[in-house]
Nanobody, 117 residues
Framework: QVQLVESGGGLVQAGGSLRLSCAAS????????MGWYRQAPGKQRELVAV???????NYADSVKGRFTISRDNAKNTVYLQMNSLKPEDTAVYYC???????????WGQGTQVTVSS
């Protein structure tokens, strides 16, 4: 079993910054990919950013140039640095990890990010 614990959400004014963290623990031999998704009220969950084992990254068009995903392999932790935040970034942000040879995907409990105008 693998657990993902997120932290770093909160309330920030438009133009501000936040840094989310997600630490994975449990029976982990390898991490294939870790990423961040978000879900705003009344909307479907969407991919924000992902980083795969080799270090390649992918971002949603809406956050390119503003958000940066990074990973500390020694700590099995992924970060999301969010700059120039906009009210439309308001959502619950979920951490996601695909681990081990079986490629099982796990989710965190979510952390609220609210951007006021």
């Amino acid at each position: 079993q693998v657990q993902l614990v997120e932290s770093g959400g909160g309330l920030v004014q438009a133009g501000g910054s936040l840094r989310l963290s997600c630490a994975a623990s449990g029976i982990i031999f390898s991490i294939n990919a870790m990423g961040w998704y978000r879900q705003a009220p009344g909307k479907q969950r969407e991919l924000v950013a992902v980083i795969i084992s080799g270090g390649s990254t992918n971002y949603a068009d809406s956050v390119k140039g503003r958000f940066t995903i990074s990973r500390d392999n020694a700590k099995n932790t992924v970060y999301l640095q969010m700059n120039s935040l906009k009210p439309e970034d308001t959502a619950v942000y979920y951490c996601n990890a695909n681990v081990n040879r079986r490629g099982i995907t796990y989710w965190g409990q979510g952390t609220q990010v609210t951007v006021s105008s």
